[in-house]
């Protein structure tokens, strides 16, 4: 497989950098400060605003984009480079406009999206100017099958009834969050992955009920968050569905393969900035006589983090680059792969470093904490690890049945 990056991302690489180190990381407990200090934890902090203008003004805006006519034009091998970057801070990836779900929703509107459709949602999406969810995963059913969907999309002359309970719909509950990529059923009796269809639904239609927030491990996530919304009797117009009744499967399909990627190369850059923390926290502290990086254990964790660290990078290049290459089907088992060990090594890394921190490991004056949680859902997020492990074993069993 390939280890170096084009020209063009090269340059990025070292834009992005300087600019994390310039503007993020030092803006980050500043963010927080204004959150805090607002009105509603629900409205938008000052600071993510003025970053969002100066990435924009410094050439770093979009960067997730592959489809010819919307600017920056990366494949999913160079962007990884830079996914890995920003996922170095949790409030990194909104700067950049690079934040999920956003960015799924932006690639399924240009890809499947009508010229009206493009006009009315996806350019104010490119642009930053308004924000949305995507509406898949329901309480009352294993939803990582997503043929087991039980909301219903029915057609009234020129009109879609929609019923349905869904959650974990991230970005919901952002006051900027506008429409609603949205996955149901208009063929319950048709084809097992020809049944669902995805709908556009603005949030302030009538009968979209946000019926509450959901934290994670405690943390809310604001002003972002994840809500559980009802949906009861909407309407909305036939002219809102994208691309076709009947492939909103293939559609969600198409949008999880690069965003497993993205998941992964952040899950990576996290991992990486825990071992940097780790490593200056064990430099300047001193335990029974003797720094702590000076002990045989430190040296040892330290060695295992890096060790599985450069593993789970060289793994999901590998997949991006044949999902390049070959296609997302061709790339399944690679995706599949990563998916389980890039939040599992994550996870690890993180807390090797937490239990060098000792007490200030799980406080909220060191990142590390934050990044644990959110590590630990992305074992669930986009699929469970069981299912990509079942998948994985089925394909590796083809090669020789």
Same mark, same amino acid.
């Given at each position: 497989?390939?280890?170096?990056?084009?020209?063009?991302?090269?340059?990025?690489?070292?834009?992005?950098?300087?600019?994390?180190?310039?503007?993020?990381?030092?803006?980050?407990?500043? @963010?927080?400060?204004?959150?805090?200090?607002?009105?509603?934890?629900?409205?938008?902090?000052?600071?993510?605003?003025?970053?969002?203008?100066?990435?924009?003004?410094?050439?770093?805006?979009?960067?997730?984009?592959?489809?010819?006519? @919307?600017?920056?034009?990366?494949?999913?091998?160079?962007?990884?480079?830079?996914?890995?970057?920003?996922?170095?801070?949790?409030?990194?990836?909104?700067?950049?406009?690079?934040?999920?779900?956003?960015?799924?929703?932006?690639?399924?509107?240009?890809? @499947?999206?009508?010229?009206?459709?493009?006009?009315?949602?996806?350019?104010?999406?490119?642009?930053?100017?308004?924000?949305?969810?995507?509406?898949?995963?329901?309480?009352?059913?294993?939803?990582?099958?997503?043929?087991?969907?039980?909301?219903?999309?029915?057609?009234?002359?020129?009109? @879609?009834?929609?019923?349905?309970?869904?959650?974990?719909?991230?970005?919901?509950?952002?006051?900027?969050?506008?429409? $609603?990529?949205?996955?149901?059923?208009?063929?319950?009796?048709?084809?097992?992955?020809?049944?669902?269809?995805?709908?556009?639904?603005?949030?302030?239609? /009538?009968?979209?009920?946000?019926?509450?927030?959901?934290?994670?491990?405690?943390?809310?996530?604001?002003?972002?968050?994840?809500?559980?919304?009802?949906?009861?009797?909407?309407?909305?117009?036939?002219?809102?569905?994208?691309?076709?009744?009947?492939?909103?499967?293939?559609?969600?399909?198409?949008?999880?393969?690069?965003?497993?990627?993205?998941?992964?190369?952040?899950?990576?850059?996290?991992?990486?900035?825990?071992?940097?923390?780790?490593?200056?926290?064990?430099?300047?502290?001193? $335990?029974?006589?003797?720094?702590?990086?000076?002990?045989?254990?430190?040296?040892?964790?330290?060695?295992?983090?890096?060790?599985?660290?450069?593993?789970?990078?060289?793994?999901?290049?590998? $997949?991006?680059?044949?999902?390049?290459?070959?296609? $997302?089907?061709?790339?399944?088992?690679?995706?599949?792969?990563?998916?389980?060990?890039?939040?599992?090594?994550?996870?690890?890394?993180?807390?090797?470093?937490?239990?060098?921190?000792?007490?200030?490991?799980?406080?909220?004056?060191? /990142?590390?904490?934050?990044?644990?949680?959110?590590?630990?859902?992305?074992?669930?997020?986009?699929? /469970?690890?069981?299912?990509?492990?079942?998948?994985?074993?089925?394909?590796?069993?083809?090669?020789?049945?």
């Amino acid at each position: 497989m390939l280890t170096t990056v084009s020209n063009k991302t090269s340059e990025l690489q070292g834009k992005l950098i300087t600019f994390m180190e310039e503007y993020i990381y030092p803006n980050e407990e500043l @963010y927080e400060k204004q959150l805090n200090a607002m009105e509603s934890r629900w409205n938008i902090p000052p600071i993510m605003e003025e970053l969002k203008e100066r990435a924009k003004e410094h050439g770093l805006w979009n960067l997730f984009n592959r489809e010819e006519g @919307y600017g920056t034009t990366l494949s999913n091998y160079d962007y990884a480079h830079l996914c890995e970057i920003m996922g170095r801070s949790l409030i990194a990836p909104e700067v950049f406009n690079c934040n999920a779900p956003d960015t799924g929703n932006m690639e399924v509107l240009m890809k @499947y999206g009508t010229d009206e459709q493009k006009e009315k949602w996806l350019n104010p999406l490119l642009d930053g100017s308004i924000r949305s969810c995507f509406t898949m995963t329901e309480p009352d059913v294993a939803s990582s099958d997503a043929t087991n969907i039980q909301s219903h999309i029915v057609r009234e002359g020129d009109e @879609y009834v929609i019923n349905a309970k869904k959650w974990w719909s991230s970005g919901a509950m952002d006051p900027r969050c506008d429409i $609603a990529i949205f996955m149901g059923k208009t063929d319950p009796h048709g084809p097992r992955h020809e049944q669902q269809s995805m709908v556009l639904v603005p949030m302030d239609t /009538p009968g979209v009920e946000i019926k509450r927030h959901l934290p994670v491990f405690g943390y809310d996530h604001a002003p972002h968050g994840h809500a559980e919304i009802h949906f009861n009797d909407v309407r909305v117009p036939v002219s809102n569905l994208i691309y076709k009744e009947g492939k909103g499967f293939e559609i969600a399909q198409s949008r999880l393969g690069p965003g497993r990627i993205h998941h992964c190369m952040r899950a990576i850059g996290a991992a990486e900035r825990a071992i940097e923390l780790l490593c200056r926290r064990a430099a300047e502290r001193e $335990a029974f006589g003797t720094p702590l990086a000076e002990k045989g254990v430190i040296r040892e964790i330290v060695a295992e983090s890096r060790m599985e660290i450069d593993q789970a990078r060289l793994l999901t290049l590998h $997949a991006a680059q044949k999902m390049d290459q070959e296609g $997302a089907k061709a790339a399944r088992k690679e995706i599949a792969m990563i998916k389980v060990i890039a939040p599992r090594i994550s996870l690890n890394v993180i807390d090797r470093a937490i239990q060098v921190f000792g007490g200030a490991g799980v406080t909220e004056d060191f /990142p590390l904490a934050a990044h644990w949680a959110n590590a630990r859902t992305l074992r669930i997020v986009d699929g /469970p690890d069981q299912v990509h492990l079942r998948d994985i074993g089925k394909l590796e069993f083809k090669k020789y049945l």
